[in-house]
C-alpha cells in the first residue's frame, strides 16, 4: 500500500466508525444533531475513500480490479456510494446506515487484513473491455445489495405496522409504497448494469480463451443472478407482484448474487485460473 | 391444440414459470458434483458411497445438462413464448395496462385552455376534447420493451449460429519448430465446425518473451509468430487472425533440450521436451526405447540458502534442472544440471544443451459473439428507453374553480404522484408562467 493510500484509507475507516456509531447512539438516545453529524462523516469517508482508490490507481498505473484487497477496497466504496444515493429516501438515513455501515467496514477490513502489494496488471486483464466488465460488476452489485436491504426494511415496516412503537419505526423508514419502489428501482439499474457487465465480460473472454461463453461456474452464477432480477422484475410487472411478497423475492435474491460473488476465491472455474509458465 | 399451445406459450405467467425452472436447473447444474471432470476411480467411490446424488449429478450436473437435448426443450420454450408475446404485442401497439392509478384535485381559476398550455410546456403531449384534457409522456417506452425482447431474441440467435459454427482448439508451438495448421496439428479440438475452411499457413514460435516487473510481477507474455512468413505478435488478450480464425496465447511453459547417453556410450535422447511445469514443480519424460524414466524440476533462477535450494525469481536467469533418474521405477540417482553443462546423473550421461519456451495457444473462430454483442447492446438500448421514459398519462378536468386529475403510470408512482400534486400547484396558484 502507499502511504498516501494508506492515510487516506485509514481515516475513511475511522470516520466510518465514527459515523457508525453516531447513528447508533442517535438512534437509542433520540439525539438529531448526531444524526446530521454522521451523514456528513458518511459523506466525507466516501470522498477519502474516492481518493485513496485514485491514489492506487495512479501509483500501481491500472484500475484497481486485481486481488482481494482491491476488489474490497472498490466494493466497500460501492456500498458507500449506494448509501449515500439511497439515503436521500430515508428520514435522517439512520436505519439504512445501521446495516451498510457494518457491512462496508467488514468488506474493507477482510481485504486490508490480505496483501495490499502494488503490482502491475496481469497480462489477463490487460484489456479496456475489462473496466467496462468490473465498473458496472460493482454497480450491479451494490444496486442489487441496496435492492435486497430496502426489502428487507420493507419487511421490518410492515411488521411494525399496527403495533406499539409503530412511531419510532415511522420516524426513520419511508413509507411502504415508498420503499416498494426504491426497491424497484435498484432491481431496474441494477439489472441494467448487469447485462452491460455481462457483455463487456464476454467480448472480453473472446480474446482471451476464444469462446464468449463457457458455463464456467462464475459465467454460470452470473447469469442466474441476471435471470433471477429477471423473474423479479416479471413478477412485479407483469404479475403485478407487490408489498411483502415482492420484497421477500428481493431480500432472496440477492443470496444468489453473494454465493456467485464469493464464489470468486473458492470455485475452480477459468476466471480464477491466470497466466502462469505451467 | 395450436390455440391452445399458443395461449399457453403468450401466457405471462407461462413465462416466470419457463425462467423459475431455467433459474432451478441452472443452480443445481452448479451446485452438483461434476463427475466428468473428476477421475474414474473418485466417480467410482461417489457411485459406491452415494448412488442417487451421482444419478442426479450424472444428469443435472451443469456439464451433462447443457450437453443434453432434452434441455434445449427449455430456452426453445423460452424463446417461442418471448417471440409469440413480442409479436402480438408489437401488433397490439402500446397499451396502458398495469400499473398504477393516481386521483388528485385542487381549487384552481385557469381553464382548460391555460392548463392545456400549462402541460404542454412541460412536455406532455396534450389531446382536448371539451372541457377534458388527455395528456401523455413516454409512451415511447413501450418501444423500449419490445427493443429488449428482441434483443433477447437474439442471444437465442448467436448461441444458434455459435453452434453451427464455432473452431475452438489448442495448438501447441515450441519455440523453433514451425507447425503447418491442418487437423493432425491440434492437441485437443473443442468445438469442430470450419476446419476446411481453416487456411493450411505454416505457424512459427520464432521467439518467446516474457516480461516482469522487479523480477516478480507479471507483466506481459508475448508470442512472437511468423504465420506464413509474417511477422505477428500475440500478447495474452491481444490476439492475431489467420483468414476468419483467431490465435491467442493461453498458456506457456519451458522447453529444455537434453542430449542423454547411456552407460555404454550410446545416444538414447536428443530433443526438445514440453515440460509442464512452474518454477519449482515437478514433470517426467520417459526415454522411448529404454526403461527409464526422468522427473525434473525447474529452477528457472537457481539459488542456494545453506543447504536449501530454489527460484530467486521466476525468470530464466540461471536456469537449473534437479532430475531424478528412474529405472523401471527404481531410483537410480539424482543431481543439478545448469544450462549447457554436462552430468552424469544415475548412470546417464546428461548434457543440458538449451531452453527454449513452449506456447499453448488457442486457435477459434466464432461468428456468434457479434450478435450476441449486438443482443447485449439491444437489451440495454431497450431497457433503458423502458425504463428511462416514464410511460405515464393524465385525463385533466377543469372548470368551474376546479381541477381535477385522474393519472395512470406504468412504474415509479411515488415520483409520480409528486408530479401531479405539483401540476395541481401549478393550477392553484392560478397563473400559468411560462418560464417557471
Ligand atoms: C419467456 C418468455 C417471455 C415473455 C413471454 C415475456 C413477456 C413480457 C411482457 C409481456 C412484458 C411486459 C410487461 C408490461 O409491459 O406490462 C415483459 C416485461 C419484462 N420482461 Fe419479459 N418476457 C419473457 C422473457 C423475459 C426474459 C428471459 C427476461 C430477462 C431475464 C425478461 C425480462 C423482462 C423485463 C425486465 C421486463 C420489464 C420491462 C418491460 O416492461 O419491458 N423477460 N416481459
Known sequence: MNPVEGFLLWSSIFVLLFAFFGYLTGTVFKKERLFTISHRGTLAACVLMAAAIGVRWIATGHIPVMGTYENSLVGAWTVVVGLVVAGRYFPRGTLLSLVLLPLALLIVGNGIMTNAVLAPLEPPYQSPWLYVHVLFAWFAFGAYLLASTVGGLYLVRSRAEGRDGVERIREFLPPLRKLDEICLRFIIFGFITDAVMIGAGAIWARGLWGRYWGWDPIETWSLISWLTYGINLHLRLTLGWKGKKAAWVALLSFVGILISFFGFGLVEGVHTQIMKPR | ?436
Open chain 2, 1 to 436: 391444440m395450436l390455440d391452445k399451445a399458443i395461449h399457453i406459450l403468450l401466457s405471462r405467467k407461462f413465462a416466470v414459470e419457463l425462467l423459475v425452472i431455467m433459474v432451478v436447473l441452472l443452480i443445481l447444474g452448479t451446485s452438483l458434483p461434476d463427475i466428468s471432470g473428476m477421475t474414474p476411480r473418485e466417480a467410482e467411490t461417489l457411485q459406491a458411497a452415494k448412488p442417487l446424488l451421482f444419478r442426479i449429478s450424472a444428469a443435472l450436473q451443469l456439464q451433462s445438462l447443457i450437453a443434453s437435448p432434452y434441455f434445449l426443450i427449455l430456452p426453445l420454450l423460452i424463446f417461442l413464448s418471448t417471440a409469440a408475446c413480442t409479436a402480438r404485442r408489437s401488433r397490439s401497439g402500446a397499451r396502458k395496462e398495469g400499473g398504477f392509478l393516481h386521483e388528485a384535485s385542487g381549487a384552481s381559476d385557469m381553464g382548460p385552455e391555460e392548463i392545456g398550455a400549462l402541460l404542454a410546456s412541460e412536455r406532455w403531449r396534450v389531446t382536448r376534447s371539451g372541457d377534458s384534457i388527455t395528456a401523455d409522456k413516454g409512451s415511447f417506452g413501450f418501444w423500449g420493451s419490445i427493443v429488449f425482447h428482441l434483443g433477447l431474441l437474439l442471444i437465442f440467435v448467436a448461441v444458434v449460429i455459435s453452434s453451427l459454427t464455432q473452431f475452438n482448439a489448442e495448438l501447441l508451438l515450441t519455440e523453433g519448430f514451425p507447425v503447418r495448421l491442418g487437423r493432425d496439428t491440434f492437441v485437443k479440438i473443442y468445438k469442430g465446425n470450419g476446419l476446411a475452411s481453416l487456411p493450411p499457413a505454416t505457424v512459427l514460435l520464432r521467439k518467446f518473451t516474457s516480461e516482469y516487473e522487479n523480477d516478480v510481477y507479471e507483466k506481459d507474455f508475448a508470442a512472437h509468430l511468423l504465420i506464413d512468413g509474417k511477422e505477428r505478435e500475440v500478447h495474452v488478450n491481444r490476439p492475431a487472425d489467420i483468414g476468419d480464425f483467431q490465435i491467442a496465447l493461453h498458456r506457456f511453459g519451458f522447453a529444455p533440450s537434453f542430449r542423454i547417453t547411456d552407460s555404454t556410450g550410446k545416444e538414447i535422447l536428443n530433443a526438445t521436451i514440453n515440460l509442464v511445469l512452474a518454477g519449482g514443480q515437478e514433470d517426467s519424460f520417459r526415454i522411448p526405447g529404454t526403461p527409464y524414466e526422468v522427473q525434473a524440476r525447474f529452477f528457472p533462477d537457481f539459488a542456494t540458502e545453506g543447504k536449501r535450494i530454489g527460484s530467486r525469481t521466476p525468470v530464466p536467469n540461471n536456469p537449473v534442472f534437479l532430475l531424478r533418474v528412474t529405472e523401471q521405477g527404481r531410483e537410480m540417482g539424482e543431481g543439478l544440471i545448469g544450462l549447457n553443462r554436462t552430468e552424469t546423473i544415475g548412470g546417464l550421461t546428461i548434457t543440458f544443451d538449451g531452453l527454449n519456451y513452449w506456447a499453448d495457444m488457442i486457435v477459434s473462430r466464432d461468428y456468434g459473439l457479434w450478435f450476441f454483442a449486438g443482443s447485449v447492446f439491444l437489451i440495454v438500448l431497450g431497457l433503458a428507453v423502458r425504463f428511462g421514459l416514464s410511460d405515464k398519462q393524465l385525463v385533466v378536468t377543469a372548470g368551474e374553480g376546479r381541477i381535477s386529475i385522474r393519472g395512470w403510470c406504468k412504474y415509479y408512482p411515488m415520483f409520480f404522484e409528486d408530479q401531479v400534486q405539483r401540476i395541481i400547484d401549478k393550477a392553484a396558484a392560478g397563473k400559468y408562467n411560462s418560464t417557471s
